[in-house]
């Protein structure tokens, strides 16, 4: 009896010892795979071709010359400026004299249309600038001075063209950390000028700010890497085109002809001009010429599957990525998706980073006049457009036809069907069935007042019953009655 025990113990000591050798293989296993992703000896960022430390001037580059790069700093301010920002200062059915002079300065200076570039110039690097050039007489590095200003021009400069000489050091300032004084490449005509600049010349815009206030991360860096493995791919397809489209030719000597000198000059000349010229022969005497299979293969689906993750990490629904024909295609629910993400951008970035530090600053150089209190309101993307709004009408149209002549109001009456069916508040239904209950009571007396005239020609002395009601038998004024009778909604 106390065997059996004791072989039970073992048993389970063998159990335990076997888990542990199961969970250390695991783990083993685990570390085995993360030190050859995490391996210092394995460079992937080498081995792949990927840059390491990337330069503002090769997001500028990038930028201007790869379409991509374009569309992933733009489309988020493009996307979001589509609609202009809604200023007020009072009763929305009044222009106040605030509202006018913004008016008159965004027709003169295309105050939005400059900060949509500038917007859009910050994301290439990890900042931005507006320049303001206002009627002062200073120079650039000295503060704007005091009193009534007028705008003259508007520049928008990227970290390519501009730094940060010096920031305030005073921990007591409000401007503790932020920029002093810029240095600025201003390009001329024929000469490229380095100008030191005061900070309240400019107005400072860094996206995607994380852990600093005055550098953000650049819209591509997350995917720059995608951004050159796509370049790759196409470039890759059009070389691979190139030398595909031409197949290559053999040429192969008789072997009857034993050891014999060919003539390379005389073959590579009469090849050229076939190839280059007009010349739709050769004469090759002793030889072959066999043509060799060009290997071309499809790069489309390499390329999708690189944009669609690229789009992923934007957080951009993918059909709305590709372009306006594609995001004609995009679900509703992608949609309200991608504009709420837009609604968020400009109420938590472009109204209190970008609107109104410009017009703070405008106000203060008295180019504006003041004003106590002011809102920043931009309009609803996913209000209904005049499109939406004839689609809706149409529904309604089409369910109220089949509502009428299929004599639903025998199970539902009318009132019970514009509340609970079509959605509308008991209010709007009551105020829909007494309009028509009034019109049917008009198309009553003029139907009436047909009769009498039709009876008086006709010298007819008893009026018949015409079939007007849907049932074919009923009259305008049975049906008035009926629904008269019915019980309100609750």
């Not at 990890?126 to 001075?145: I, K, S, T």
């Not at 997350?222 to 951004?227: D, G, H, L, S, T």
């Not at 005239?453 to 009026?463: I, T, V």
């Amino acid at each position: 009896m106390a065997s059996k025990p004791r072989a039970k113990k073992k048993v389970v000591k063998q159990a335990v010892r076997n888990v542990r050798l199961t969970t250390n293989e695991t783990s083993l296993l685990r570390r085995s795979i993360l030190s050859n992703i995490f391996d210092s000896r394995r460079d992937f960022d080498d081995a792949c071709g990927s840059t390491k430390s990337i330069s503002a001037s090769q997001y500028r580059y990038l930028y201007d010359r790869e379409g991509l790069g374009t569309r992933v700093v733009n489309i988020y301010p493009e996307e979001c400026w589509a609609v202009d920002p809604q200023i007020v200062d009072g009763p929305q059915d009044k222009t106040s004299s605030f509202e006018k002079a913004l008016e008159d300065l965004n027709e003169e200076h295309h105050i939005w249309s400059q900060l949509e570039k500038a917007d859009e110039m910050s994301g290439i690097g990890r900042f931005g600038c507006l320049f303001l050039g206002v009627d002062d007489g200073l120079r650039f590095e000295q503060p704007v001075a005091s009193g009534k200003r007028k705008l003259l021009y508007l520049r928008v400069f990227d970290e390519s063209s501009l730094s940060i000489k010096s920031v305030e050091k005073d921990k007591r300032s409000k401007r503790y950390g932020k920029p002093t004084m810029y240095t600025v490449k201003f390009d001329g005509d024929e000469v490229v000028e380095h100008t030191n600049v005061h900070w309240t010349r400019m107005i400072h815009l860094a996206d995607n700010r994380k852990d600093s206030e005055n550098f953000g991360v650049p819209r591509m860096q997350v995917v720059f890497n995608r951004i050159y493995d796509i370049r790759k791919v196409l470039s890759g397809s059009g070389e691979m085109f190139w030398k595909g489209a031409f197949p290559g030719y053999a040429f192969e000597v008789d072997p009857e002809l034993g050891d014999v000198e060919l003539d390379e000059d005389s073959l590579k000349e009469q090849v050229q001009d076939y190839f280059d010229g007009l010349q739709r022969y050769m004469s090759l005497t002793g030889m072959s010429v066999k043509s060799l299979q060009p290997q071309v293969a499809d790069p489309s689906k390499h390329i999708e599957s690189q944009i669609k993750v690229l789009a992923m990490v934007l957080g951009i629904p993918w059909r709305i990525f590709q372009g306006t024909e594609e995001a004609r295609l995009a679900s509703s629910q992608d949609v309200k998706v991608w504009n709420k993400r837009l609604a968020r951008r400009q109420n938590k970035y472009l109204s209190p980073f970008l609107v109104r530090p410009l017009l703070e600053r405008m106000i203060e150089f008295e180019i504006l006049p003041k004003v106590q209190k002011y809102e920043i309101k931009w309009p609803d993307l996913n209000a209904q457009t005049d499109h939406d709004k004839a689609e809706v009408a149409k529904s309604w149209t089409e369910a109220l036809a089949k509502y009428v002549a299929g004599q639903v109001e025998q199970i539902i009456p009318p009132r019970e069907f514009f509340t609970m069916v079509m959605g509308f508040t008991k209010d709007q239904a009551d105020r829909i069935v007494e309009k028509m209950e009034e019109y049917l009571e008009e198309l009553e007396e003029k139907h009436e007042k047909k009769l009498e005239e039709q009876m008086k020609l006709a010298g007819a002395s008893k009026p018949s019953t015409l079939p007007t009601g849907p049932s074919g038998g009923e009259t305008q004024q049975s049906i008035i009655e009926k629904r008269s009778k019915a019980p309100p909604a609750d």
